[in-house]
């Protein structure tokens, strides 16, 4: 620990959740200290209680969510005691709060640098033509691109990363003391992830703000904090210098933590040259409107076997899933499902065409219907496809819940609000397989899940692969991913096949030079692993990537 003086300091921290009426402990007495300037790391899996403590931090809770013991002091304040006008005059202006979704967080009907302006002027710290003069200095220290004009876009007009770095200047803009990051580059591409995190990084260090940084990333963790913190459902496991958790952690979870990435499937036999694949995407084009968006696009998929497709946002990975499943019509070019030519638009296709062919979403939450018991979600699929009602329809349902280890017994009953994420994802699986088709496109069905429950998931799949004989589509953007699970690997930019192999070839030089930039981007368990790129790369010219997209 440093002589700095402390900045936030919480004590013995019990928290308890509310549902029907009973109260149920999230967090049960966790100490926290941090002081002005350092960077704290709050890491564990889902449900550990790592947002409800950063939050809390700011003496803030969410809706059904109360602190029942404990106390939060911020440079002196009781935040616990300070009435409500006392803690607006903190938010926003000495303490500010970088969500994890930029674009759920941003207003779309204002221009980014008019949402910028807000905090400064309505806490009397600039007036709204020198917040806006501000704001754009911030975009530039920001790498952001047309710093001057950027501002006057509105939130759909600019990239996820940039929108990310957008509100990362906007919780700057009274160069606050504290600022919570809450996993603010989880849902981000490798290349796009580096710019965001440098950004972040360079400005934290020249403004001398304290953070605590939330992510299940121990990669991206290693390269931001000074400490790390590790939480377990509501508990502190430990916590201690990064440097010294990432080589000596002391306990067998965050050891278990530290492991996690070690699953690989072995690499299978190469397949047979005249082997029908199950999907053939053959001089695939596509448009939204009068754009091109996907450009004579062509590969296989065979039976038993996993294409992970690989490429930063908007490089045309899930367009080509659409084209796939017919919900968006190639303007050229053709699908094949076992050798037989699909229509092109789903509506023209039969039952078993669309049978053949299911999708596992990204967003389990979007994706299952909240007023549907579990039961009724799986079922539902099993009616339409199979046919099967009463009490068939019921053992099918149960057989498939426990093919995704969920007890039916426990499970056939419950809402999605009562599952966890790990478990919702389960479910969208299930609700796949009720259809027993022969291939699945499985859309980033890992990037929002912490890294044990991922793990959970990538293992669930490939024994389902094994017992089933099941193709999969497995887009991403998680390079740790596709060496867990791939056979084949896809690499695709701006809506064109850049290149395509084996994972074994894929992962071995010579690359094409964006393949590199994408193997190159993976954060590595080693602090020192962002300076050397930034270093090697040349620190001004780490977005050039992105800023030559939005061009």
Known sequence: MSDRPTLVEMRGIKMEGRSDETWTPIIKGVDLTLQKGEVLGLIGESGAGKSTLGLAAMGFTRDGVRISEGSVTFDGIDLLAASAEQKRALLGKRIAYVAQSAAASFNPAHKLIDQHSEGPTQHNVMSKAESEADGMELYRKLRLPNPDEIGFRYPHQVSGGQLQRAMTAMAMSCRPDLIIFDEPTTALDVTTQIEVLASIRDIVEEYDTAAIYITHDLAVVAQMADRIKVLLKGDEVEENETREMLSNPKEQYTKSLWAVREFQRPQKPPVSTDATPVISVQGVTAAYGKIDVLHDVSFDI????????????????????????????????????????????????????????????????????????????????????????????????????????????????????????????????????AAEPKFIICDEVTSALDQLVAEGILRLLADLQDELGLSYMFITHDLATVRSIADEVVVMKDGNVVEQGPKTDMFQPPHHPYTDLLLSSVPEMDPDWLSTLLAERGADNIGDAAVDKMA
Not at 348 to 371: C, F, G, S
Not at 393 to 399: I, L, M, P, S, T
């Open 302 to 433: 065979h039976a038993g076997r996993t294409v992970a497709v690989v490429g930063e946002s908007g490089s045309g990975k899930s367009t080509t899933a659409r084209c796939i499943t017919g919900l968006l019509p190639p303007r050229i070019g053709h699908i094949e499902l076992d050798g037989n030519t699909l229509p092109l638009d789903y509506r023209q296709r039969d039952k078993e065409q669309l049978r053949q062919v299911q999708m596992i979403y990204q967003m389990a939450d979007t994706a299952l219907n909240p007023r549907k018991k579990i039961g009724e979600i799986i079922g539902r699929p099993v009616e339409f496809y199979m046919g099967l009602k009463g009490r068939e329809k019921r053992r099918r349902v149960e057989e498939l819940l426990d093919q995704i280890e969920l007890p039916a017994a426990q499970y056939f009953d419950r809402l999605p609000s009562e599952l966890s994420g790990g478990q919702k994802q389960r479910i969208g699986i299930a609700r796949a397989l």
